[in-house]
């Protein structure tokens, strides 16, 4: 037990000029100095505490050493026992005590608060919210190092987690029903030195259907909703296991997947959801529509409804028509990759025209998606990343997204994931292998001897012992 006392304050203040913000700020602050010194002190003891009550003669004492913790109150500085073991390591029993790791300057609930604000505002704006909150700040240099810090810790955790999918250590769930999968990308400006560059930056969601969000009213929201952010071309496979955990979408009874057109989403839903039905984002299909025919709104109503009704062979001819009259190249372009996207996605199409089920036809919950994820945090006034960056802020992003903010740094985050090595499958030459042993197994009937032998179902038994197997 640990006794915790704080002292006794006495401010004299002149009541002129005195104001209700004023008064309230400096409040503020004397129980942030007040907090200093009595976790200062808290720290003390407990290290008096734990030196006191040491093993003896295992540990030798080589005195005090200063250390400074940013909490939410500000720094902290203390002083706690260094010891050494008899094999000449260093140890900190405080340190041990109190679960810190080596190295570690900022309390966790510092680090939390951080973190979700630099979600949502750039790192040079949360300079000045964690100075309204918290009176005191730091530079935002020390604040994006503190996410790309904890970004690492997540992206090392979702790594060895796939491995798990990837090796079925995957605990039971029931599966819903219907399960619907979306996906779509969007691009980042890069720094120096590549400037000209972008970034590609693609998002899954996953979620069982909709249900209503509030209890009166017609507000809908997702069902079971979760969000995946990546890059790269192992996206959709690592997309594909982050399915499978949390929604087990290999036992729903079907499988719908919404998307844009674009070839590695095609190709992906081919390749790791080959049981799921694609439809063709509606959404995407009139924007590209409009492209393709810029103005030219009775055709467009035209082609519109001949692809919704599924007649996409007579959609194909009348753009292959316009493509023909057309003089302009610019147009002609437009046109012919038009006919190209229609042609590579009439499927999609016609399985949403062909589709009853009204929550199944209004796929397309992708867009506010990106824009929740992604562009509200990363497409504001024209602002660029490093690749590193970028990934890693939106792993941040994401673990709050799917409300796991809370569990990685109450459980996840002090619990490293221990992979089982996976047992490799047997060899084709496994199952080709001789076997010494005779094939031809000998065994002696009890019942042809023993005093049920005169039975007639003993005699079948004999007759049966006297046949040669071939």
């Not at 006794?3 to 004397?30: A, G, R, S, Y």
């Not at 949502?120 to 020390?142: A, F, I, P």
């Not at 960056?389 to 809370?406: C, H, P, Q, R």
């Amino acid at each position: 037990m640990i006794t915790i006392t704080f002292p006794q304050v006495k401010v004299e203040i002149p009541i002129k000029d005195l104001t209700f913000d004023t008064l309230e700020n400096l409040i503020f602050d004397m129980m942030q100095k007040i907090a200093q010194m009595v976790f200062t002190k808290v720290l003390s003891d407990i290290d008096d505490y734990l030196r006191k009550n040491r093993r003896r003669g295992k540990l030798k004492n080589t005195g005090k050493r200063s250390k400074t913790f940013l909490t939410r109150f500000g720094d902290v500085s203390f002083s706690r026992t260094r010891y050494l073991e008899k094999t000449g390591k260093a140890q900190y029993l405080l340190d041990e005590a109190l679960s810190t790791i080596k190295n570690q300057r900022i309390s966790l609930s510092r680090a939390m608060t951080e973190c979700l604000l630099a979600s949502l505002s750039s790192y040079r704006e949360v300079v000045g919210q964690t100075k309204l909150l918290l009176g005191h700040t730091r530079s935002h240099e020390s604040i994006r190092k503190n996410v790309l810090s904890e970004a690492r810790l997540i992206i090392e955790h979702e790594k060895k987690r796939l491995q798990q999918l990837e090796n079925l250590d995957i605990s039971a769930k029931e599966a819903p029903d219907v399960v619907y999968t979306e996906a779509d990308a969007t691009y980042l400006k890069l720094q120096k030195p590549e400037k000209d560059k972008k970034l590609e930056v693609k998002i899954g969601i996953g979620y069982c259907g909709k249900e209503n969000r509030y209890s009166s009213g017609n507000s809908q929201r997702l069902k079971e909703k979760f969000l995946y952010l990546g890059t790269g071309k192992n996206f959709m496979y690592n997309f594909s296991l982050r399915a499978e955990e949390e929604l087990n979408i290999s036992q729903s009874k079907k499988q719908y997947f919404g998307a844009d057109g674009d070839k590695w989403i095609t190709s992906g839903i081919r390749d790791y959801f080959p049981s799921a039905t694609y439809l063709l984002c509606r959404f995407h299909l009139n924007k590209r529509l409009k492209e393709a025919l810029p103005g030219n709104k009775t055709q467009q109503k035209l082609i519109r409804s001949l692809l919704l009704s599924d007649r996409i062979d007579e959609a194909l001819a009348r753009i292959d028509n316009l493509l023909v009259v057309s003089s302009e190249p610019k147009q002609k372009k437009l046109l012919a990759d038009f006919y190209s996207y229609i042609a590579n996605n009439r499927q999609g199409i016609s399985n949403q025209a062909t589709l009853k089920d009204k929550d199944i036809a209004k796929t397309g919950a992708i867009e506010s998606n990106v824009k929740l994820a992604i562009a509200n945090r990363f497409k504001k006034q024209g602002r660029s990343w490093s690749k590193k960056g970028a990934f890693s802020l939106l792993k941040v992003k994401e673990t709050i997204l799917n409300g796991k903010w809370d569990s990685w740094w109450g459980k996840e985050r002090n619990h490293p994931i221990k992979i089982t090595p996976l047992k490799p499958p047997l060899s084709a030459s496994s199952f080709t292998k001789e076997v010494s042993s005779s094939p031809v197994i000998q065994a002696k009937i009890p019942a042809l001897d023993g005093p049920n032998q005169d039975k007639p179902w003993v005699g079948v038994l004999r007759k049966l012992s006297q046949l040669e197997l071939v």
